[in-house]
């Protein structure tokens, strides 16, 4: 796949993180849990590509954005070992 391709498939799939939220309401049950999570979690959404940052606004890419949560989700003890 191109560069070009690539970024086609990305367009396509991407969604305000507003209109995204409803996708998952049992894990962001209002904008503002959300609005958090962003806040808190920024640079390792954008870093794997889940949050895009455009001149309109943010957009979440529904793929990425999905399996980072979850990860990021996940509660690990001081050890790094899940609780």
């Known amino acids: 796949m ?3 391709q690539t970024a086609a498939v990305v ?3 991407i969604r305000p993180w507003r209109d995204f939220r409803g996708q998952l309401p049992h894990l962001f049950p ?3 849990s959300l609005r958090w999570f962003i806040r808190q ?3 390792a959404l954008t ?3 889940a949050l895009l940052k455009l001149s309109r606004g943010n957009f979440i890419d529904p793929d990425p954005f999905k399996a ?3 990860e990021l ?3 690990t003890d001081p050890q790094g070992r899940q609780a």
Do not use: F, P
């Open 30 to 32: 209002t904008e503002a």
């Open 68 to 70: 980072v949560a979850l």
């Open 73 to 75: 989700m996940t509660v």
């Open 2 to 4: 191109t560069i070009d």
């Open 47 to 49: 870093e794997s590509g």
């Open 11 to 13: 367009a396509a799939r």
């Open 41 to 43: 979690h920024e640079q």
